[in-house]
């Protein structure tokens, strides 16, 4: 696994060195990821043959993310490594034989992933016995077509589920061995102008057909409200996809005279103001969804609705010394959480900053709001959990205010 120098465990932050005139000479130990192994059998305790077995990274309220897979040998035994330690589920793939079709199951014979029992992974360990018993049931395939396409444009079509994504090339897609779930579907080419489909499936249970009608991908307007220095070259957009499986990862969103692509399905944006502004309003999301985050976080749209960002100037601060056994800390990791006390959530990206020489730190352009802040070296990143437990501290920004908030560098003990 990757490591930084002065970890305390695998996912906390590293801690700064002083090198001197003569140099430095440290010692990095790579620990080994985790695994998983157990035993894939029929329902007569028969070893499967070549059964695919997948893990996928549990976290509570989150669709599972498929983090490896493993391959059963001859006698049924699998191995899935280079797992990060934390919480998964295992399931079987589907699988067919000549006399019966098997659905993906879950350890503990569950076919539902609610109705699952997530295994713990350790640094450097196998977590043994987690067997699988795939349940016989009907597997069922969807076919279909994307059209019309341009001759020589390759088209990629993406089939999504809870429990992840299939993709296919070409016009013509074939997705078997599928168990009976929610689906979403769409197609996307590298056409100039780039050519989109999208087909929400609602519950498929049998073999079933989809006809995927492809058509230029729409302008979507985007305006940014005052116009900032620079026009809106002077800020950066970022879009990520949301669907069935999650949110996707960020990309930048090309825009040109507050013209875009507007990509069909789920989508989220972010505006990244230029220095001295912050984002105080957004419209253009689903009707009756409500603030689904502040207005500086990630925002769902739709593909019919123009899109506004309301700039404000004087954004807030936070700043302060940090401080272990009295004295400043230098180089010491600072997190701030835009935080909703009463949904008790996250609701912007975590931001980080580390301290200078003397244990300052400070964060600029901030929202109006509620924020907890905390500075450890015992996590790289903490989630709201974490924050909860280490006491971060909660601290109101107000319009163009200026905030000190020392802190005491948090250590478990």
Do not use: C
């Not at 700064?16 to 010692?27: I, K, M, N, Q, Y």
């Not at 157990?38 to 669709?63: F, H, K, M, S």
């Not at 924020?371 to 319009?399: C, H, K, N």
């Amino acid at each position: 696994m990757p490591m930084e120098y002065g970890q305390k465990r695998w996912n906390s932050a590293g801690t700064p060195v002083d090198v001197p005139e003569s140099g430095l000479s440290v010692t990095l130990r790579l620990p080994r990821y985790g695994g998983i192994t157990g035993t894939i059998v029929d329902e007569n305790d028969v070893g499967w043959l070549e059964g695919d077995v997948l893990a996928y990274r549990y976290v509570e309220g989150q669709p599972p993310a498929l983090a490896a897979r493993g391959h059963s040998d001859e006698r049924g035994v699998y191995r899935i490594s280079g797992l990060e330690p934390g919480m998964y589920l295992v399931r079987s793939a589907p699988m067919q034989t000549e006399d019966a079709s098997y659905l993906p199951t879950f350890s503990k014979e569950a076919v539902k992933a609610e109705e699952s029992r997530p295994v713990e992974v350790y640094l450097e360990q196998d977590t043994a016995g987690v067997d699988v018993r795939p349940a016989e049931g009907r597997l069922f395939t969807l076919t279909g077509s994307v059209g019309p396409i341009p001759p020589g444009v390759p088209v990629t079509v993406t089939l999504v589920s809870d429990m992840g994504r299939l993709t296919s090339q070409g016009s013509l897609f074939r997705f078997t061995g599928l168990a009976p779930a929610l689906y979403e579907i769409y197609a996307e080419t590298s056409a100039d102008p780039p050519q989109v489909a999208y087909q929400n499936l609602g519950s498929l249970t049998h073999d079933s057909g989809a006809e995927l009608r492809m058509f230029a991908m729409p302008d979507r307007r985007i305006d940014v409200s005052p116009s900032p220095p620079g026009g809106t070259p002077a800020v950066q957009f970022l879009a990520r996809r949301k669907d069935l499986a999650g949110v996707g990862e960020p990309e930048a969103l090309h825009v040109a005279d507050n013209r875009t692509p507007a990509r069909l399905g789920r989508w989220e944006l972010m505006l990244i103001p230029p220095i001295g502004y912050y984002v105080s309003e957004f419209s253009g999301g689903p009707l009756g969804r409500g603030a689904a985050s502040r207005p500086e976080g990630w925002n769902e749209v739709t593909s019919a609705n123009a899109i506004r960002f309301t700039l404000s100037s004087g954004g807030g601060a936070v700043h302060g010394v940090v401080k272990s056994s009295g004295q400043p800390s230098a180089g010491a990791p600072v997190y701030l959480e835009a935080y909703d006390p009463a949904a008790r959530r996250r609701v912007t990206d975590l931001r980080a900053t580390r301290t200078d020489q003397r244990g300052q730190y400070r964060f600029e352009g901030l929202a109006p709001g509620v924020y907890r802040i905390l500075s450890t070296f015992e996590y790289r990143s903490p989630d709201t959990a974490q924050m909860e437990m280490a006491g971060a501290q909660s601290v109101a920004v107000a319009q163009a205010g200026d905030l000190t908030a020392d802190l005491d560098l948090y250590e478990i003990r």
